[in-house]
């Protein structure tokens, strides 16, 4: 069964067009062409990648946060109460009103105690800032190293197709390899890879379920493009998103450090660098010549739907993330002076987890005599409503 699966997987008819083959990319008279056993360099270059993580977020990343004043944000954590731990992993991490009620019941917590004690322990759950700015700073000189390479293979090719992007068919399947084509795609396939592998212990975010889409897709659409020799078209994919992503990373690291106008200025070349590379130059570019030149070359085969239909679901992807771009550029608006990770899950405060209480409620909050156990010293913010 294996063999036949594989030799269905293999058939030149699903990934070349009528006519060509994998005999068309054997080497010969010098020149070299891409081969899918070649891949297998990968894996350890994304071992290395998480390695080199893990040395710089526990040494260098640590070293910087200090000098930059990021601290480790010390959390209030909650008293051990197996019904609402119970309830907090199996039920609901936010319960409602209704909820609450059944819960103070059992455990005889008033509303207020309940409230605190979801909220304290969501927090727990949370990443605290120095895990954030550590990841943010590692990334930003991950992807800027990637971004200089990026230009150094520019430099270095100096080819047609390059600019004039309908070249990048001119001879396919025979396009031959470059050592420095070859060793650009082995990094980024490497590099995204080591993404997916650490992405269980990444900082969650909103679009967690996105990012894994976004990698895998990646990482198959470098893969087959690396496979059936489409490296002209794979570069130019790689240069365009190497472009920008250095720049949010970077912005969220000067975040996380409270440097907001140094924030504030790379977001705003973050999203203009991003909205060019994703929702011009790629679409009305690179995906037009993916899919309006190629049939007029060669017959529609398999490989062609294929590849272009992981670049669609790369570009529903910007679309998205555009949307999250521009909200969190309304931020810079008279009276926003901070930009903040759309995708972050915020952390919870004393004074919103009391504002929302009384929302629930519907009823004015009163000052009790007690809060948190301790008497208050200072109820200004918690004056009786009339």
């Known amino acids: 069964m294996l063999s036949r699966l594989s030799e269905w997987f ?4 699903l990934w070349f067009p009528e006519g060509l083959g994998w005999a068309n990319l054997e080497g010969s008279d010098g020149l070299t062409y891409a081969k899918a056993a070649d891949l297998w360099v990968t894996l350890p270059i994304a071992l290395v990648f998480l390695i080199i993580r ?21 959390r209030v954590r909650v008293e051990h109460n197996p019904t609402l731990e119970s309830f907090f992993r199996i039920s609901n991490k936010t319960p409602k009103q209704c909820e609450i009620e059944r819960l103070g019941k059992k455990t005889g917590y008033s509303d207020r105690q309940i409230h605190r004690w979801f909220r304290r322990r969501r927090n727990q759950e949370r990443p605290n800032k120095l895990k ?27 080819k047609p197709w390059l600019y004039k992007m309908e070249e990048m068919w001119t001879g396919f399947p025979m396009l031959t390899l470059l050592p420095s084509q070859f060793w650009y795609y082995m990094i980024e396939l490497g590099f995204y890879m080591s993404l997916l592998f650490s992405v269980a212990s990444d900082v969650k975010r ?49 975040n996380y450090a409270g440097w907001r106008k140094a924030c504030n200025y790379i977001f705003i070349l973050f999203a203009v660098v991003f ?22 070359v060669y017959p529609p085969f398999f490989g062609y739907y294929f590849f272009n239909g992981l670049l669609f679901v790369l570009q529903c992807l910007h679309i998205f993330w555009a949307v999250l771009i521009l909200r969190m550029a309304v931020k810079f608006l008279p009276g926003n002076n901070i930009v903040e990770d759309e995708r972050s899950d915020r952390e919870e405060t004393d004074s919103e987890d009391d504002v929302k209480e009384q929302e629930d409620r519907k009823v004015p909050m009163k000052n009790g005599p ?3 156990g301790h008497s208050p010293l200072n109820n200004n913010h918690h004056r009786k409503t009339e």
């Not at 991950?142 to 150094?152: D, I, T």
């Not at 990646?218 to 794979?234: K, M, Q």
Request: net charge positive; hydrophobic share 50%.
């Open 10 to 13: 293999w058939n030149e008819r």
């Open 54 to 74: 893990q040395i710089f977020e526990r040494t260098v990343a640590i070293q910087m946060a200090a000098a930059l004043g990021v601290k480790e944000k010390v």
């Open 132 to 158: 954030k700015f550590k990841e943010a700073r590692y990334r930003t000189i991950q992807r800027f190293c990637l971004g200089l390479y990026s230009l150094h293979i520019v430099c270095v090719l100096q």
């Open 206 to 254: 909103k679009d967690f379920k996105e990012q894994i889409v976004h990698h895998v897709a990646t990482i198959l659409l470098i893969s087959f493009s690396w496979c059936v020799n489409y490296i002209r078209a794979g570069t130019l994919i790689m240069l365009v998103h190497d472009a920008s992503d250095y720049l949010l990373e970077s912005a969220k690291m000067f």
């Open 275 to 296: 909205m060019i590379t994703r929702l011009v130059i790629f679409p009305f570019w690179i995906l037009h010549c993916t899919w309006v030149y190629p049939v007029t």
């Open 370 to 372: 007690v809060q948190n």
